[in-house]
């Protein structure tokens, strides 16, 4: 019965030394929420001041319910002139209209062009065509506007067949 008992005291040992350190944080928190308890009622007791003097510095008034917090709810989206109007919107910047723009590569798009020469869809098919390494040779990056044939890409049956010829070729 003493080894049991040996044994026993030296796994509480173990125990005591693993949990020390958690302790330690969970009496330092307790103190910590301890002294939030005490800021929340001195805000509490200063929230009627705060709604008198905070409009002359300039400070809005808070809305009902606790000081401090923002009413629950995403805020309403705020719309301002010139996007109502259709002038500024989010995301990329469109390619500028005026004399420095330069059409797309692509005959007959017209569209002008964003990366590389080419319009953004047209680009976004250059991509592809590098990608499964379809890449005609005349499709040059930087390409003059209006100087590069559109090609047709196969779907279905037929395009799985041209990119495993394309893979056969590039092996």
């Known amino acids: 019965m003493s080894v049991d008992k040996a ?6 040992n173990e125990i005591e030394v693993q949990l020390k350190p958690l302790r330690d944080v969970v009496s330092r928190l307790e103190s910590g929420t301890a002294d939030l308890d005490a800021l929340r009622s001195v805000a509490e007791r200063l929230a009627p001041l705060a709604q ?3 409009p002359l510095f300039g400070a809005s008034a808070p809305a009902a319910g606790k000081a401090g917090r923002r009413p629950a709810g995403r805020p309403a989206r705020v719309v301002s002139a010139p996007v109502a109007a259709g002038g500024k919107r989010r995301g990329r910047k469109p390619a500028a209209v005026d004399g420095g723009a330069r059409e797309c590569a692509i005959k007959g798009c017209g569209k002008p062009s964003r990366t590389k020469g080419y319009c953004a869809a047209h680009y976004q098919k250059l991509r592809m065509l590098e990608k499964t ?3 005609p ?3 040059a ?3 003059n506007p209006n ?3 559109d090609i047709k890409l196969p779907r279905g049956r037929a395009a799985s ?3 495993a010829e394309a893979a ?3 092996a």
């Open 7 to 12: 044994f026993r005291e030296m796994i509480r």
């Open 52 to 54: 008198v003097v905070g």
């Open 133 to 135: 390494n379809r890449r």
């Open 137 to 139: 040779a005349e499709w």
């Open 141 to 143: 990056d930087y390409a």
């Open 147 to 149: 100087s590069v044939e």
């Open 161 to 163: 067949k041209a990119l």
């Open 168 to 170: 056969q070729r590039n």
